[in-house]
């Protein structure tokens, strides 16, 4: 079955999690043990409504602070597809948290409390989407109920968060409106009454014909080998494939390759995915290729269509958002992992913060803080064959790993 | 014209019909897979003889064919499995030609290294911890292989791809790596080892939907048999195995009854079901109202007991 990953944006009070029980609890997602365990949850805590957030927020600290720490993730299906929720936390000092779900997401749901309208919290989510071109947004103008379900109230908000996205640098985002009430249940998986005004699908409704497409599938065909495959038997004694997963386009036998860094040339032999081969695989499987000419590969070459070749620099210019306590600093040294390749680099200088509030560009000092996103320049010990993150999302995006204690400290999307 | 050329083409892609359709879950479980393989030295895969673990397997096979799975299998065993699962692990375990290890929760209390639980809910579940980071010291693994699932609770929701265990098999869970994209860091430090869960994003329902396509062998206590049970705070017990405390009022009788999750014998409990076949399984999954691990004694000591165990060590 299709699988649709979906990133929700939103902070604590505007319904985040009442809007997630409500898609789970009105697709009939939630188990009779589960409801109850929330009932209960809810009736401990003096509250005389169900509180879905307990069903989301699954650390002891969560619950005790009654916030969202962590990304969450949350499963339901429909007859029609799979979905994944990764539910982020919404304040600034989350925006790590946020990045990491918008990472793996094709749609995203941001939360606005139609009371408050568009406000600072709502610049930034809609700034992260779009810096990760997440393709598809779902504006939810939340708690339609507490403003009359007034129109005129949901077009304000409409019109406020296109003048945002005016300025977007991503055309081809596709944005919905939803005047939605979590709470009540309208407009989330039923159709209400309360707003013959708006004529548009529910949440799900949307989701449910959206089409499903990986995230890393656009642009060209870039195949990074993760390892190499030599069985050593009778049967297949001569026998060397290349494992990797196809990111963007697709690879037919007979293609004409080149390997990188070695720029050697051949074509597909096979392609192996477990005891069959195929004439074509789409970009998203995960399979093994043969090739007509013997090449020395190993892990961290990358594959593409000799018609297809990326660029390859030893220097590279990233916006980065930063997500370690230790600051980014000019002169820093970090592993950078960009695909299957592990390379050792240096920052050569942070040239602007981008401010999340308002999309615009404000001094840096030359760092990058916990949660900061800005414009670096990074020299490499050794080519890397990229993309930028506009063209090829799996080939444009690297995370920086520092060598000390080896904790994911930002991630990359190059220009 | 324009007909019949609509029409070749179809004729032209049914005589050639060999482009590969993608499971997005079971691409992303064999990437995985051969990350695994590509970033860590010494990797096991630890097997329960439950559904899960026998998915990873299948996934493992597909991941690396033509050549064996390049690792061992690794069973802890609580003496208190179903044999059927015992019987059902040896056979596969035949079948595929690679290693087992397996490591006793007996010795470790033999040892004196923990100590059994009594009385009505007494179960060794929590006692596999300490016998499982025994046994990533003894063989020195680097990365062990799980068959957890996000969905399956709430402190699991949480977990990580690659999940980072400290010197003493703790999960730091306030500080763990972002994962972005399907970039894994597999960076760590000597003595610290990672748990890797190739099916976090799979669904119950997912798990049984691909036993069903993929027509893959488990063991017949996940379908529906005779059994002596008993009843006790609304959960169905097994009544034939000693290991099983029950108390004399605690009345024996007859029904037809299926696992759902096979664990422990001593907290796992049986559901009331006729469905003797995969197809029968999947569509009673697909109606269910209760949870999987509704039927789990484990996770009803308290609201946070799986993310107390995962800190302590537990898979």
């Given at each position: 079955m299709e699988v649709l990953k979906i990133a929700t944006a939103g902070s604590v009070d505007d319904g985040k999690s009442t809007l997630i029980g409500r898609l789970l609890y009105d697709t009939k997602s939630l188990t009779d043990d589960k409801v109850e365990a929330i009932r209960k949850s809810s009736e401990q805590r003096g509250y005389d409504y169900l509180d879905f957030s307990f069903a989301t927020d699954g650390l002891v600290a969560e619950r005790e602070q009654g916030i969202t720490i962590d990304v969450a993730h949350i499963y339901f299906s429909t007859l029609n597809k799979s979905y994944i929720i990764a539910d982020t936390p919404g304040h600034v000092e989350y925006t790590r948290n946020m990045v990491t779900g918008a990472s793996t997401s094709q749609v995203a749901i941001i939360l606005i409390d139609a009371r408050k309208g568009v406000i600072e919290q709502t610049y930034r989510h809609f700034f992260i989407n779009n810096l990760l071109r997440v393709k598809d947004i779902i504006v939810a103008v939340n708690k339609m109920d507490l403003v009359e379900y007034s129109e005129e109230v949901f077009n304000e908000?409409?019109?406020?968060?296109?003048?945002?996205?005016?300025?977007?640098?991503?055309?081809?985002?596709?944005?919905?409106?939803?005047?939605?009430?979590?709470?009540?249940?309208?407009?989330?998986?039923?159709?209400?009454?309360?707003?013959?005004?708006?004529?548009?699908?529910?949440i799900l409704g949307h989701l449910e014909q959206l089409e499903v497409s990986d995230v890393q599938d656009g642009g060209q065909t870039r195949f990074a080998v993760q390892t190499v495959i030599r069985p050593k038997t009778e049967e297949y004694h001569d026998f060397r494939g290349f494992a990797g997963k196809i990111k963007g386009g697709k690879l037919t036998v007979g293609d004409k390759i080149t390997v990188l860094p070695s720029l050697t040339q051949s074509k597909v032999k096979e392609i192996y995915f477990f005891d069959k081969t195929y004439q074509e695989a789409a970009a998203g499987s995960s399979v093994v290729i043969t090739l007509e000419d013997e090449i020395n590969i190993t892990r961290g070459d990358m594959l593409v269509k000799s018609d297809e070749l990326p660029k390859i620099e030893k220097q590279i210019e990233a916006t980065v958002c930063w997500m370690d306590n230790k600051q980014l600093q000019p002169g820093a040294k970090y592993l950078i992992q960009h695909n299957t390749n592990k390379v050792l680099s240096k920052i050569d200088g942070v040239k602007h913060v981008i401010s999340t509030q308002y999309g615009s560009h404000q001094d840096a000092n030359n760092k990058l803080a916990l949660n900061e996103i800005g414009s670096v320049s990074i020299k490499l010990s050794k080519p890397i064959f990229y993309d930028s993150y506009q063209d090829n999302k799996a080939n444009g995006s690297f995370i920086l790993i520092d060598p000390q204690t080896n904790a994911t400290a930002g991630v990359g999307f190059i220009h | 014209m324009e007909t019949v050329t609509e029409e070749t083409q179809t004729k032209a892609a049914i005589s050639n019909p060999s482009v590969l359709e993608i499971n997005a879950l079971e691409s992303e479980?064999?990437?995985?897979?051969?990350?695994?393989?590509?970033?860590?030295?010494?990797?096991?895969?630890?097997?329960?003889?439950?559904?899960d673990s026998i998915t990873l397997v299948r996934l493992a096979q597909k991941a690396f064919f033509p050549a064996k799975i390049p690792f061992p299998l690794m069973h802890i065993d609580t003496g208190h499995n179903f044999p059927e699962t015992i019987a059902f692990r040896d056979k596969l375990v035949k079948e595929l030609g690679v290693e087992l290890i397996v490591r006793n929760v007996q010795d470790s209390i033999n040892e004196g290294k923990v100590v059994e639980e009594t009385g009505k809910y007494a179960s060794r579940n929590m006692l596999q911890t300490t016998t499982l980071l025994d046994a990533i010291e003894e063989f020195k693994f680097d990365a062990c292989i799980g068959g957890a699932r996000r969905d399956e609770e709430k402190a699991?929701?949480?977990?990580?791809?690659?999940?980072?265990?400290?010197?003493?098999?703790?999960?730091?869970?306030?500080?763990?790596?972002?994962?972005?994209?399907?970039?894994?860091?597999?960076?760590?430090?000597?003595?610290?080892?990672?748990?890797?869960?190739?099916?976090?994003?799979?669904?119950?329902?997912?798990?049984?939907?691909?036993?069903?396509?993929?027509?893959?062998?488990?063991?017949?206590?996940?379908?529906?048999?005779?059994r002596n049970i008993f009843v006790r705070d609304g959960l169905i017990w097994s009544a034939d195995d000693e290991v099983v405390f029950r108390a004399e009022d605690e009345l024996v009788e007859e029904k037809t009854v299926r696992f759902r999750t096979v664990g422990d014998m001593s907290c796992t409990a049986a559901v009331l079901s006729t469905a003797d076949t995969i197809e029968k399984v999947v569509s009673e999954i697909r109606e269910s109202k209760i949870s999987e691990r509704g039927a789990r004694i484990d996770d009803k000591r308290s609201e946070a007991a799986m993310e107390k165990r995962k800190q302590q060590g537990y898979f």
């Open positions: 908000i409409k019109s406020d968060f296109e003048a945002l996205n005016a300025v977007s640098t991503y055309a081809e985002q596709q944005l919905t409106y939803i005047p939605v009430s979590a709470l009540k249940g309208d407009n989330i998986v039923d159709k209400t009454d309360a707003m013959p005004w708006y004529k548009g699908d529910t | 479980a064999i990437y995985i897979f051969r990350e695994v393989v590509a970033q860590f030295e010494n990797p096991v895969l630890l097997f329960s003889g439950g559904k699991r929701a949480k977990e990580r791809i690659f999940s980072v265990r400290d010197d003493f098999g703790q999960w730091d869970e306030k500080n763990q790596r972002p994962e972005l994209f399907d970039l894994l860091n597999g960076e760590i430090e000597l003595g610290q080892n990672v748990r890797v869960f190739p099916i976090s994003n799979w669904t119950e329902l997912d798990v049984w939907s691909y036993i069903e396509k993929e027509r893959i062998e488990i063991p017949s206590i996940y379908f529906a048999h005779q």
